[in-house]
Nanobody, 124 residues
C-alpha cells in the first residue's frame, strides 16, 4: 500500500490550499480515507475522513466550515480543500487509509496505512 500526499506549501493567512493523496495497493472504492495533522510538539490529530460511500466526518471546530474532504474513485485520490487558512493550521498533514470497515474513523488506530506527510505552513 502506498499513499502519496501532495499540495502542501507556504501560504498567508486567509489563503487556500488543496491537498491530494494518491492511493495504490488498496481497493480504493471500498476503503475509507482520512486526513490527520501534527503540529510541532503536539500529538497527531484527526482532521477529516470520508467513507467509501462518501459519508464525511470532520474533527474539531478548526476544520468544520473551512475544510472539505472529497474523493475521486477514478484517480484513486482523496483531497482536502482548506480555505481561510490560519497560522494555527500549520502542521504536517498525513493521509491515511483504513484496511477494513471501521465505525469510528476519528482515531489513529482506525487507520492501517499512512503517507509520509506534506508540510503546510501558514504565515500571519
Amino acid at each position: 500500500v502506498q499513499l502519496v500526499e501532495s499540495g502542501g506549501g507556504l501560504v498567508k493567512a486567509g489563503e487556500s490550499l488543496r491537498l491530494s493523496c494518491a492511493a495504490s495497493g488498496v481497493t480504493f472504492s471500498y476503503s475509507s480515507m482520512g486526513w490527520f495533522r501534527q503540529a510541532p510538539g503536539k500529538e497527531r490529530e484527526f482532521v477529516a475522513a470520508i467513507r467509501y460511500n462518501t459519508d464525511k466526518i470532520y474533527g474539531g471546530d478548526s476544520a468544520k466550515g473551512r475544510f472539505t474532504i472529497s474523493r475521486d474513485g477514478v484517480k484513486n485520490t482523496v483531497h482536502l480543500q482548506m480555505n481561510s487558512l490560519k497560522p494555527e493550521d500549520t502542521a504536517v498533514y498525513y493521509c491515511a487509509a483504513a484496511g477494513s470497515y471501521r465505525q469510528s474513523l476519528t482515531t489513529l488506530n482506525d487507520f492501517d496505512y499512512w503517507g509520509q506527510g506534506t508540510q503546510v505552513t501558514v504565515s500571519s
